[in-house]
């Protein structure tokens, strides 16, 4: 569907309405370029020769709810079949008047700057606005005449603008004018075929189409009558002579003509207003098309918003239990570390029993030496003793005695030595294995707590994988709020696009309703006075018939009164005529 534009300026101190296509909605830079490629062309049509080319200074369009002019600052205020204003760089060539901006022409085009010029048959109203100078405080309004239809309005409203007029053959009839101007317009209009005659059948046609439904009979009759040379066509002296006879019916038949053709217009109008219709209902769809992607959007973006809440609550779970695991990491690690105190402490006290021990063995070696050399002083004594016995029978019994306390001492002493020797066996063999054990303790408290610090390091390094997390999830939250909160800025216009789609719409209804029912009613108020002047009409055709009628008797009574006259030898009488009677055939 062609975007249209119309767009004003000053040509050679002379406004003029180009009317502008493009294949859409134009941008800055190419409104300015059509602009200034058709101006340029229309100034060199009006003064071919070296012109300078036209430039735009700026636009200005009528804002739609102050109803001033205003400067056009984006493509967004454009719209289709809108109303501009040029304005052209200040110089001493060009200077800005006021005046009443024109129909539009359209400016023949392609869109790659080819053009020609000429007239349109569409306007951005049937009334054009004027254009008025601004004044040092801002710009007189853009003010329609009130008199106008809702048909004629401002052309910028609410983003759609009244279809332009279609009239027949380009003009309409002119509403005040003369006889001879009517005689002239109804012939050509009455003459379908433009042969220059009016045959039967477009007379009768005419007549049906003026609703001046009269009988066959007095259709032909008004036809012989017009035809005065009885030739079948009705020439253009012959209308003539036709219409000073029948004035009324030229009136009817000039105004009914007009009231077609501006019945066939308004109805053509209206139907081009309805074309635009799908248009609007198109502009419609896609706009609550985009509402629904914006809101769907929208709705996806929530969605995955509430999953990234979700991802972002699962994540800081899992932050906090991985910190809870890792204080719980330092717990055992203090644990280990404690226990491994512990076990060097034990470790301590075992090298320090081991060290006890060892004095008591050292002791207890003492001791078993002493044992051991009692046990041999008390072996030295025996053999002593014995050898005593040999040197003395008399002390045998004493010897004896002697010998046997010490060999019971000697005895007493072994047992001694060998129980120190086992006392000291047994230290010595408690020793080693006391401090194994304790070393033993130590190195398993050293795999504890490198255990217990390697798992702390990998509790730690979950708990910074946790809290990346954390970051990542609440990143890809605030993406989406981001993506959300674009979604909505796109939801808004989308929404006030829609309405002003609906509004559009229905404001097209309406304006549809209410040039039908306009139509409808001055079809009926037309109506009422083609009836009444029907009556006059068929009157004026039957007075002339009479006056046609007593015409031909007073032509019999004349010629039979001449006969009379001559029949008597008497002189025919003078033939007057009175001004009054007008004009006779």
């Known amino acids: 569907m062609p975007y249209t534009v119309f767009v004003a300026s000053d040509v050679f101190g002379r406004k003029t309405n180009l009317e502008l296509e493009f294949p859409f909605a134009p941008t800055m830079a190419e409104m300015t370029k059509q602009t200034e490629i058709a101006f340029t062309a229309e100034q060199n049509s009006i003064r071919p020769g070296n012109n300078n080319p036209f430039m735009v200074s700026k636009f200005h369009i009528v804002d739609e709810i102050t109803d001033d002019w205003v400067e056009v600052t984006g493509a967004n205020q454009l719209r289709n079949f809108c109303q501009l204003y040029c304005f052209q760089p200040h110089s001493t060539r060009y200077t800005e008047s006021q005046g009443h901006i024109p129909p539009a022409k359209k400016a023949v085009m392609s869109y790659n700057g080819s053009m020609g010029t000429g007239m349109s048959s569409r306007s951005p109203n049937h009334h054009s606005p004027s254009w008025q100078q601004p004044s040092q405080h801002g710009y007189d309004a853009y003010h329609p005449s009130h008199s106008h239809s809702p048909t004629h309005a401002s052309p910028v409203s609410r983003g759609y603008t009244a279809p ?246 000697a005895d007493q002493a072994r047992r001694e030595a060998q129980a120190a020797q086992d006392r000291h066996n047994q230290i010595i063999g408690d020793i080693p294995r006391t401090v194994e054990k304790a070393r033993g303790a130590c190195q398993d408290a050293d795999r504890d707590l490198q255990a217990a610090e390697a798992k702390q390091r990998e509790l730690n390094q979950k708990a910074h994988e946790a809290q990346q997390g954390v970051h990542d999830a609440q990143r890809r939250k605030d993406d989406l709020g981001r993506q959300m909160q674009a979604a909505r800025d796109r939801q808004d216009p989308a929404q006030r696009a829609l309405n002003d789609a609906r509004n559009a719409l229905s404001d097209h209804d309406r304006q549809v309703t209410d040039m039908e029912e306009r139509l409808a009613q001055e079809d009926a108020h037309k109506k009422q006075l083609l009836d009444e002047e029907k009556d006059i009409v068929r009157q004026e055709i039957e007075l002339r018939a009479q006056r ?20 008597a030898g008497r002189q025919s009488p003078g033939r007057s005529r009175s001004p009054a009677h007008g004009p006779t055939y």
């Open 164 to 409: 332009p007029p279609v009239q027949k053959n380009g003009h309409a009839l002119p509403e005040n004018v003369g006889h001879d101007e009517k005689v002239r317009l109804t012939f050509e209009e009455v003459d379908a075929n433009k042969n220059r005659v009016i045959e039967h059948d477009e007379f009768s046609r005419s007549l049906r189409v003026c609703g001046l439904e009269f009988t066959t009979t007095t259709c032909d009759d008004l036809f012989r009558k017009a035809d005065y040379d009885n030739d079948g066509n009705i020439n253009w002296s012959e209308w003539q002579r036709f219409c000073e006879l029948y004035p009324a019916l030229l009136d009817s038949l000039y105004y009914r003509l007009k009231a077609h053709w501006e019945h066939l217009a308004e109805t053509g109008r209206i139907d081009q207003y309805k074309s635009q219709r799908p248009g609007l209902e198109d502009r419609e769809r896609q706009a609550q098309q985009a509402l629904e992607q914006a809101q769907n959007d929208a709705d996806d973006l929530q969605r995955r918003q509430a999953d990234a809440d979700a991802n972002v609550q699962d994540a800081q779970d899992k932050a906090r239990a991985a910190d809870d695991a890792a204080r719980d990491g330092m717990g055992d690690i203090d644990r280990a570390r404690q226990n491994k105190a512990d076990r060097d402490r034990d470790m301590q006290a075992e090298k320090e029993r081991e060290r006890q021990a060892q004095q008591r063995a050292a002791e207890s070696g003492r001791e078993m030496d002493d044992a051991n050399r009692r046990a041999a002083a008390a072996q030295q004594a025996a053999e002593a003793a014995e050898a005593a016995e040999k040197r003395a029978l008399e002390a045998l019994q004493n010897a004896q005695r002697e010998k046997e306390r010490q060999q019971n001492i």
């Open 548 to 567: 046609e009628n007593l015409e031909a008797k007073e032509g019999e009574l004349r010629s039979a009164h001449s006969n009379f006259f001559h029949a």
